[in-house]
């Protein structure tokens, strides 16, 4: 019986799921404390944020809505994770694509004199945002690999950098010229460069399956190509990368550019598909969130995929737990922070619920020296 | 003759188990005052094991020691070098960037301490929580320099306390090793394979200091695998396999080839057994070739060689004379500043590893956990590591799974990797079974030139005979082998012609039996070839 | 460091300097400039002193840490809130809550540190990734506490936020007279000009002071006391220490704590010495910027100060630059937008990071764990 009740811990123990799973699970409960002593009812904040998150097709919608931009910029991440680094820059990526293709949104017909047809000037819209942060991500891999630069601190000076040049285009040459707008945002974007939705009485649009395509792309592209093979080889032992003739400069500088063109489509699919015009400090908050994704998600596509709706439906239901609590939606960045944790700490996890030690490390960076 | 002398140190039983190895088992040994007894036995026999266990890195699961008759409790190295034991380590522990004064103090740094005692234990509020004030002390650079030099003058060992221990040679830096354990009054000293890193003449002038050592009352406790060493050294030999104690004996009652077949488990055939060499057309040929280390500094001036088909040229040295960045810059994984490589009539110099590989090179990397291996990876993909981007294994950019698969199958098979599956994680296996897919990868190519660095390091004697055997057979199917090895019975055993490097240069070329092991022994440590007696 | 790292530094210090004093020349003497420029500059500095200190701790130690972004956000936070709670109990004598706010803010930073030490050091965990978990724990936290406690209609405060009890006062050093009585030896008036530009070069608040101080004592408890050596040991060679019966993991839990707590120093800059008031976010990627200060000055104290100066001088320069913007010629109108010359703190750290003065080398364990 003893037996049984050991293989059986055992299996647990193994079984990929299950330290994501408790790492939610407590962080929920001590963010449960926290509302509690914030004066908040826990029980009544759960049902809050299921209700919001879940608890009608329009509350669905939403969760889907805020998943679409998680998926991208998770995957924009995980990616990196893949070939050994790590891109804090997924914020500024995101906000130069948001950028880029509201530009294209709204200037370029003027610019040309004409009306786009639909499709080209929607292409190129998302075509201007990959392109911006596929260049914002490419710049700290080709440091990263010319000249050692460590791209954690490269990528976050890229991020400062993205803000303050959105911060000035969007209070100078790009502002909404109407005469009733005080912020710092772009015009709407043209009808023609506009995601359709996919359900009529609903927002959540195109961009979602856009998002789940770009996990199943992500995947195969890793798992079942050449290239794929390289990117994880650089990743895993770049000595033995290089050994095996593999260019490891070059796929360092690519595999930071296509995680850059992830957050950059993920910007861009929120300007088209959802806000139509870029706003100052929509994406604020994207980058740090996009690294919780991919580590709850063990950089694995589907395994981001779900972190990503998670997040989302956190995100999603925490407006209408502060509407029931009164909590501020505040303290879903603390949970999240929480889950985090144990996510990265799984040795915290497993102390905790009495698992057996992993044996797999997940070796996901390198000290300033690689 | 020594065995009247009083028991020093003991261990009885010891016991201790790692995840799925038992490393050692009720292990029993016993040191005398002032002699020297030597631990012989394969890698992997557990001999450091028990020395770590000594010396307090890890604690038994069962058994006791004893040090000078009482029953002692060694919990950490402070405890060990509280009972007067010191060890050398066969990789060293000095800190590269330290002087030797630094190195030695550390860990000791008040000079009027006296033994080097545990403080008693209290709970760190008592204690103060960052040790009282006495970590923010002054470190007593000068009078501990002071120290140095005169115990360095009482047992015969020259170094300079200022020196930038990364600076000096190995055979110095392990004269600080010995310094350390002296300054902090040890009589007890493990030396943990000393002679790996070290010409045949430093390993006499090392002997040559155990000796002195030993007359002054230490005892040594002498760990190797290297059986000429043994009857060279000991006053008596203990010969563990497999965790366990086999044998007793002493250098009298003993020759090579017993020691051998009692540390293996069986008869071991010594010399690898080879015909004459077939040389051919040249295959690969060096000139002049300019390599400068990782710090920028001249690692290999102006070399200039050249490897026929069907033959082995195997490049003796001491390490650190060049032979890595030699290695490095032919298989185009280091950059040469100058010079020329030609392989079967292309330019390979500072071309990257891709085309030089095409052009049929294979490499036995030096490291084979670092450039050999993807750790993380299956068996499988490992043993597609160069060729994943050619068909079979990849068409049009897709991997083809099928294809990896029969190739994993059919090497595994061959080559003799004992693996569970082809889909197991090489981190996973044995470093013997980790080299054995690396050589089946790189074997099983079309290749013209095998370059072999340091082949058999660290790989228990079933493995290292079967890796010498591949490349003889490899050499006699007509391919060039370079083999660069510092272990100088290696060389003899599988070279036709040898190339001695020092110091960045080769210094002499000459055919396998021209010279012996003790002219070739001369000429690594830096002797002209004329006083060597090689007229060239 | 070698001198070539210090020119470069000098170099582009005095760039930054001629710039502003290039453009407010024919309005305030270059010297006032120049004088009020190093004040700024050694002001603006001190967060990064203190950041790039608090790396110099945990990495000498082989511990990375890229929390101190969020160690300093969290310090700033608590800091300020325990000041202004102390102001409610000791009214408009401002000191006793300043000082109470410093003492909570370093130690906030020692707890962050703590939990830095424990995941990097007790789980094992990807060290890049314990730093950034520092970061994200510190958003989260200071940013819902900042709306609970004062946005909320039932929060603490009602809504409002309570009054705070100002910044850290400016120490007057009697420089201007030590110079001015120098100076009279050698000239009738006494340079009162000279004396007192000087003089307000040392017109700093305690932080700014504090940092400087401990440059030169981190400077000697590295390279010249027992702890030191015990703790380069342990960042270069672990096993080593470990042979000759060092408690690696006692040595870096210690060294990761005090990087808390200089880090916990840095953050109560923010809210208790520049500003009287708490922002979210309000740090602003110093603490990434510290550590590129860091990583140039070559994981050395005076080193990292050196390249903190840089980045205060160019964040003096967009300071000072106000003050001048309508003299800023029309061909140099691109210094009249602080978005851009924002960036040159930016761009001056990924210049550095390329190695173009040459490579410096991190301890040879930074970043691993100490496996036995």
Redesign the interface.
């Known amino acids: 019986m003893s037996e049984n009740k050991r293989s059986f811990q055992d299996a647990l123990s193994e079984s990929p799921l299950v330290v994501p799973i408790l790492a939610i699970f407590t962080s929920m409960v001590l963010g449960g404390i926290i509302i509690a002593w914030a004066g908040g009812n826990p029980v009544a904040a759960y049902i809050g944020l299921y209700q919001g998150a879940f608890g009608s097709l329009n509350a669905l919608s939403e969760t889907a809505v805020w998943a679409t931009p998680y998926i991208l910029a998770g995957l924009a991440v995980a990616f990196a994770f893949k070939g050994g680094l790590f891109n804090i820059g997924a914020e500024g990526q995101l906000a130069l694509g948001a950028v880029a293709a509201a530009w294209v949104g709204y200037a370029l017909p003027d610019l040309l004199g004409a009306e786009l047809p639909r499709y080209l000037h929607l292409t190129l819209a998302l075509g201007a945002g990959t392109l911006a942060g596929l260049i914002w991500g490419a710049i700290p891999g080709w440091l990263k690999a010319h000249t050692g630069g460590h791209e954690v601190i490269n990528t976050i000076m890229m991020n400062y950098i993205a803000l303050n040049m959105t911060s000035f285009l969007l209070n100078g040459v790009m502002k909404d010229p109407s005469p009733t707008n005080v912020i710092a945002r772009t015009p709407l974007i043209a009808e023609t460069a506009r995601l359709g939705t996919l359900f009529a009485k609903y927002r959540v649009h195109w961009g979602f399956i856009m998002a789940l395509v770009a996990a199943a792309i992500v995947w195969w592209l890793l798992e ?4 794929g ?1 390289e990117i994880r ?1 650089v990743g ?2 770049p ?9 490891v400069k070059r796929i360092i500088t690519w595999t930071m550019a296509i995680s850059g063109l992830l957050a950059g489509l993920a910007g861009a699919v929120e300007v088209t598909g959802l806000n139509y015009r870029h706003e100052l400090g929509f994406s604020v908050g994207y980058g740090f969130d996009a690294i919780a994704i991919a580590l709850l998600g063990k950089t694995h596509p589907l395994g981001v995929v779900l972190a990503a709706l998670l997040f989302a439906a956190m995100r999603n239901g925490g407006t209408r737990m502060q509407f029931m609590t009164q909590i501020p939606v505040d303290i879903i960045s603390v949970i999240q922070a929480l889950i985090l944790l144990f996510v990265a700490a799984d040795a915290i996890i497993r102390y905790i619920y009495r698992l057996k030690a992993s044996e797999d490390k997940l ?1 996901l960076t390198r000290g300033w020296g690689g | 003759m020594s065995a009247e002398k009083r028991i020093v140190l003991q261990a009885k039983g010891i016991t201790k188990r790692f995840p799925g190895v038992l490393a050692n088992n009720k292990v029993n040994f016993d040191l005398r005052e002032g002699e020297i007894h030597v631990l012989l036995g394969e890698n992997g026999a557990g001999k450091s094991t028990l020395m770590n266990i000594l ?1 307090g ?2 604690q038994q699961d069962e058994g006791e020691i004893f040090i000078d008759g009482q029953p002692v409790r060694i919990q ?3 405890d060990a ?1 509280h009972h007067g034991v010191g ?1 050398v ?1 066969q990789h ?7 002087t030797v004064a ?2 030695i ?6 000079l009027h301490q006296g033994s ?1 005692g545990r403080e008693p234990e209290r709970p760190w509020w008592k204690r103060g ?2 040790n009282g004030l ?6 007593e650079r000068k009078q501990v320099s002071a120290r140095i030099r005169a115990i360095s003058r009482q047992y015969g060992l020259e170094v300079d306390p200022d020196a930038i221990v990364g600076d000096l040679p190995v055979g110095v830096q392990q004269r600080v090793e010995i310094l ?1 354990a002296l300054y902090r009054q040890a009589n007890i000293l493990i030396l943990d394979e000393p002679t790996a890193v070290l010409t045949p003449q430093e390993a006499e002038d090392l002997f040559r200091i155990m000796r002195d050592l030993t007359a002054r009352g230490v005892s040594i406790i002498f760990i190797t695998h290297k059986l000429k060493e043994v009857l060279a050294v000991a006053d008596r030999i203990t010969v563990m396999r497999a965790g366990e104690v086999v044998g007793h004996t002493t250098p009298q009652e003993s020759d090579e080839q017993q020691l051998a077949a009692m540390m293996v488990g069986r008869e071991v055939i010594l010399q690898v057994e080879k015909a004459d060499a077939n040389p051919g057309e040249v295959v690969l040929e060096v000139n002049d070739l300019r390599v400068n280390d990782s710090r920028d500094l001249p690692a290999v001036d102006g070399v200039s060689f050249s490897v026929r088909a069907g033959e082995v040229l195997g490049v003796a040295g001491v390490q650190g004379n060049g032979q890595t960045e030699l290695a490095e810059a032919v ?1 185009g ?1 280091r950059k040469a500043v100058g010079g020329a490589i030609r392989l079967a009539g292309h330019d390979i110099l500072n071309k ?3 085309p030089i ?1 095409e052009i049929g090179m294979a ?1 036995i ?1 030096e490291d084979r956990q ?8 299956t068996v499988a ?1 490992n043993l597609i ?2 060729d ?2 050619k068909p079979p294994f ?1 068409q049009r ?3 083809q799974n099928q294809a990896i698969d029969e190739n994993a199958r059919r090497l595994i098979e061959s080559y003799d990797v004992r693996t569970p599956s082809p889909y197991v994680p090489a981190g996973k296996l044995s470093g013997g079974n980790q080299q054995k897919v690396i050589v089946a990868r790189e074997l099983s190519r079309n290749i013209k030139l095998l370059v072999a660095s340091q082949p058999t390091r660290g790989l228990d004697v079933g493995s290292i005979e079967y890796i010498h055997k591949e490349i003889i057979a490899m050499r006699d199917r007509g391919i060039a082998v370079l083999l660069i090895s510092a272990e100088l019975d290696e060389i003899l055993a599988l070279s036709d012609r040898i190339a001695v490097m020092y110091r960045g240069q080769i210094v002499a070329v000459v055919n396998n039996g021209q010279l012996t092991r003790e002219q070739l022994g001369l000429l690594m440590a830096g002797s002209p070839p004329a006083e060597v007696g090689l007229s060239l | 460091m070698d001198w070539k790292r210090y020119l470069f530094i000098a170099l582009i210090i005095i760039a930054l300097f001629s710039v502003v004093i290039f453009v407010g020349k024919t309005q305030t003497p270059p010297l006032v400039i120049a004088m009020s420029m190093l004040a700024t500059t050694l002001m603006v500095a001190t967060p990064l002193t203190l950041g790039a200190l608090s790396g110099v701790f945990c990495e000498t130690s082989a511990v990375i840490n890229i929390g101190i972004e969020g160690m300093m956000l969290a310090a700033a936070f608590f800091g300020w809130l325990a000041a202004i709670y102390m102001n409610t109990i000791f009214g408009y004598e401002p000191m006793p809550s300043l000082i109470t706010g410093v003492v909570v803010a370093v130690l906030t930073g020692g707890i962050f540190g703590l939990l830095l030490a424990v995941l990097s050091i007790t789980f094992k965990v990807d060290q890049i990734i314990g730093g950034t978990v520092v970061n994200m724990l510190a958003i989260g936290i200071t940013g819902f506490l900042n709306r609970q406690l004062f946005f909320e209609k039932n929060s603490v405060f009602g809504g409002q936020v309570p009054h705070a009890p100002g910044t850290l006062p400016i120490i007057h050093l009697p420089v201007p007279k030590v110079v001015g009585g120098v100076c009279s030896l050698f000239t009738a008036d006494g340079c009162p000009t000279f004396a007192n530009a000087l003089g307000k070069v040392f017109d700093q608040r305690p932080i700014a002071i504090l940092a400087i101080v401990l440059v030169f004592v981190s400077h000697y ?1 590295i390279f ?4 030191g ?2 703790t ?2 342990v960042g ?2 672990p ?8 408690n690696v993991t006692r040595v870096r839990y ?1 060294n990761v704590v005090i990087g808390g707590l200089l880090a916990g120093l840095g953050g109560a800059y923010f809210t208790l010495e520049s500003v009287p008031s708490f922002e979210p976010l309000m740090t602003n990627g110093r603490g990434f910027i510290a550590l590129a200060a860091m990583i140039f000055g070559n994981w050395t104290p005076i080193g990292s100060w050196a390249a903190a100066l840089v980045f205060g001088a160019a964040q003096a320069m967009q300071i000072n630059l106000q003050f001048f913007r309508d003299l800023i010629p029309p061909a140099w109108s691109f210094l009249q937008q602080s978005y851009i010359v924002g960036l040159t703190p930016y761009l001056l750290t990924m210049l550095i990071l390329t190695g173009i003065v040459g490579k410096t080398v991190p301890p ?1 364990a930074d970043g691993q764990p100490y496996e ?1």
């Open positions: 079942r190509t050449t290239f093979f080889t895993a032992n000595d033995a990368a290089q050994y095996a003739g593999i260019n070796v | 010396y890195l890890y950490d190295p402070t070098i060890m380590h060293f522990m000095l800190v590269p960037v330290f630094e190195n103090m550390l860990g000791a740094e008040r080097q929580f960052f006495q970590n923010l002390e002054r470190l350390k298989t994984l990257p590893p891709r590989t490499h990397p670092r450039h050999g291996l993807v750790l993380s990876y993909d590591l160069c994943y981007y990849s950019g897709v991997l | 408890v010249h006391t027992r702890w050596l015990r380069r040991a270069e060679h096993r080593a220490a470990d042979t000759v019966g060092i210690i040879a036995k």
